[in-house]
């Protein structure tokens, strides 16, 4: 199982250095068609950037996508499986809406789950991410857990702690990787991350289109210094009036330290990608 995790894993790290710039799409689902990803040609003008490492999509997208030979040829696909839309009452109680064997049947490379913590729905974020582990590890897929805290701390301190203990429990679930939103003072993402980066991969979510293309490379520099893998952005990518030239950018951030990463699966560390 773990040989299988680390072959599929290393589909999403770069060849020059081992850092991980995967897009997530699964935007429209949530959102509905919001500009650079309203439809599968929108998408098309981008996706096909030889520094995009991976992709996350829903089943329909995937499926679009590989029709028009966009997504695949050594880029890693990563199915999402669960979601809410924001005009439900309840939009932070992300559903199962498909399998791990579907997504394995349309060639996912690993699959993912978003739990946002609200404070109300503890018990069933805790059954979705065992539940996928569970079901991933008979095929050998990673599980990459997008976890978010929606609960409002008192303090920088306490958000951190809050942070520390939800991805802990993703960990001790068993996913693979981790998506968690940043600090909103880059010098915290050190600590936010201090010895967990040792049993998980890491990424950080870029969040919505921001003002200043600067923050988002310094995120990606900060995220490498700390021993997190890379970034999942997508708003800041594709939203961007030159989503190729950003990607650039965040690659050559993410290139600037050289280092290991992967799975903390069966091994220590993983040796960096090769070819």
């Known amino acids: 199982m773990g040989t299988g995790k680390q072959i599929r894993w290393r589909r ?63 880029v890693g696909v990563m199915v999402h499986l669960n979601g809410m839309s924001t005009l439900a009452p309840y939009p932070d109680r992300k559903e199962m809406l498909t399998t791990v064997e579907s997504a394995l049947r349309l060639g996912a490379d690993a699959v993912s789950v978003q ?55 993703a960990i001790e679930l068993g996913v693979d990787a981790v998506k968690i939103a940043p600090p909103e003072n880059l010098l915290d993402v050190a600590p936010l991350v201090e010895g967990l980066v040792e049993d998980v991969a890491v990424l950080f979510a870029g969040g919505a289109l921001c003002s200043d293309e600067a923050d988002v490379l310094s995120l990606a520099r900060a995220a490498r210094r700390a021993g997190a893998v890379g970034l999942c952005v997508g708003r800041n990518t594709f939203q961007r009036p030159a989503p190729g030239d950003m990607l650039e950018r965040m690659r050559g951030a993410l290139a600037e330290r050289v280092r290991p990463s992967g799975l903390r699966i069966s091994q220590p560390q993983l040796a960096p990608a090769v070819g």
Not at 136 to 145: K, N, Q
């Open 12 to 74: 999403f790290l770069s060849a020059d250095g081992g850092h991980a710039l995967v897009v997530p799409i699964d935007h429209g689902l949530t959102l509905g068609p919001i500009p650079g990803v309203s439809n599968v040609a929108d998408m098309g003008r981008w996706i096909r950037h030889p520094s995009i490492t991976g992709v996350i999509a829903h089943k329909g997208i995937v499926e679009r996508l590989a029709a028009r030979g966009l997504i695949g040829g050594g």
């Open 115 to 169: 739990v946002n913590f609200d404070g109300d729905n503890d018990a069933h974020n805790l059954a979705v991410l065992g539940g996928v582990v569970d079901s991933a590890a008979g095929f050998g897929l990673p599980v990459l857990a997008m976890v978010y805290d929606k609960v409002k701390a008192r303090s920088a301190h306490e958000d951190r702690t809050r942070l520390r203990h939800l991805m802990r429990i």
